[in-house]
């Protein structure tokens, strides 16, 4: 998890009130992304970004919303948490070397929605 | 949808067996990645197998690929109880090259 760092760790909200969660790099990577890792499915790509203030939907970008306004910290906004946001959020990042993108993970935001 | 799909779901095996995990996948791809989740923390990549490749080694890990099946295996040799984890494969498409999309993954136990 070196090099990455997620924030918070853990939160606990209440049904239709904001959220966000950070996401801070030290790589230096230009590709960052965020997904949700539910029971049953696996991780599942919310939104990713490909440079600073360029960002594109992923998967399941209903109700989330990202900001890349540096290199290093890409946020993702719930603007209004619903209890089906109840999940393990995980941010990657990637050098995106032409047809070999790895991907270093963070340490995960378990975030609950009552 | 998942690009790829992990079979079996689950696997229990004793401590110095070999395990199999198998991935499929359904559009062409760049490259296919295996990693690994130990409990509570982020995922960790293992290795990347690209496309024109049909087997990569990395210690006790062998990849092989098959292009025309559209599926992967990993095999883990000797195991440890220390690789008790979920393993994952990620495929890179041609048509979205930088987004990885990961299957729902193989939950290994390997018993001392």
């Known amino acids: 998890d070196a090099g990455i760092t997620q924030s918070p760790r853990h939160k606990v909200t209440e049904t239709g009130t904001p959220v966000t969660l950070r996401c801070h790099q030290t790589e230096n990577h230009r590709y960052m992304y965020w997904y949700r890792q539910d029971p049953g499915h696996g991780l599942r790509l919310i939104h990713y970004s490909y440079g600073v203030k360029d960002t594109d939907k992923g998967e399941v970008s209903d109700g989330y919303s990202v900001s890349r306004s540096k290199t290093e910290d890409f946020l993702l906004t719930l603007e209004s948490a619903t209890s089906s946001q109840t999940s393990v959020y995980f941010c990657?990042?990637?050098?995106?070397?032409?047809?070999?993108?790895?991907?270093?993970f963070g340490a995960g935001s378990r975030l609950t929605v009552l | 949808s998942q690009q790829g799909e992990e079979d079996p779901q689950a696997l229990s095996i004793q401590e110095g067996e070999n395990a199999t995990m198998n991935c499929s996948y359904k559009t062409s791809i760049n490259n296919l990645q295996w990693y690994r989740q130990n409990s509570g923390r982020g995922l960790v990549h293992l290795i990347l197998?690209?496309?024109?490749?049909r087997e990569k080694h990395s210690g006790r890990l062998r990849v092989t690929l098959d292009t025309s099946k559209k599926s992967s295996s990993l095999l883990i040799t000797a195991s440890r109880a220390a690789d008790t984890a979920s393993y994952f494969c990620a495929t890179d498409g041609n048509t979205n090259a930088g987004k990885s999309t990961f299957g729902d993954g193989t939950t290994l136990t390997v018993k001392p």
């Open positions: 197998i690209r496309s024109n490749e």
């Open positions: 990657a990042t990637g050098a995106g070397a032409a047809g070999a993108n790895v991907l270093t």
